[in-house]
């Protein structure tokens, strides 16, 4: 079992720029994949992005593709999520989630197995 918490929320205007964290406890953190999801209001959660399990490689919504950017460094037990020229359509709580199968940077929320408590990120116009 793993446990996840996240950090690196807030309050950013439009066109800022945040950095999502998510550090990992308990089991050897390279033995997952790991997915960031968002959450607005009234909303589904929404998947934003993907890594394997050693950062080989990445996976992208295409409404955050070309400025966010996930990675990982599995020394730190830790996923980030750098997110550039927020858009206040960005607006939602944050999660991280880890998938058993290292390999599965799935976009579906169904394939992962923990997760974080979530945080909030809100961007001004």
């Known amino acids: 079992q793993v446990q996840l918490v996240e950090s690196g929320g807030g309050l950013v205007q439009a066109g800022g720029s945040l950095r999502l964290s998510c550090a990992a406890s308990?089991?050897?953190?390279?033995?997952?994949?790991m997915g960031w999801f968002r959450q607005a209001p009234g909303k589904e959660r929404e998947w934003v992005a993907a890594i394997t399990w050693n950062g080989g490689s990445t996976y992208y919504a295409d409404s955050v593709k070309g400025r966010f950017t996930i990675s990982r460094d599995n020394a730190k037990n830790t996923v980030y999520l750098q997110m550039n020229s927020l858009k206040p359509e960005d607006t939602a709580v944050y999660y991280c989630?880890?998938?058993?199968?290292?390999?599965?940077?799935?976009?579906?929320?169904?394939?992962?197995?923990?997760w974080g408590q979530g945080t909030q990120v809100t961007v001004s116009s």
């Open positions: 989630a880890a998938a058993n199968d290292p390999f599965r940077a799935s976009r579906s929320h169904y394939d992962y197995n923990y």
């Open positions: 308990g089991r050897m953190f390279s033995n997952y994949a």
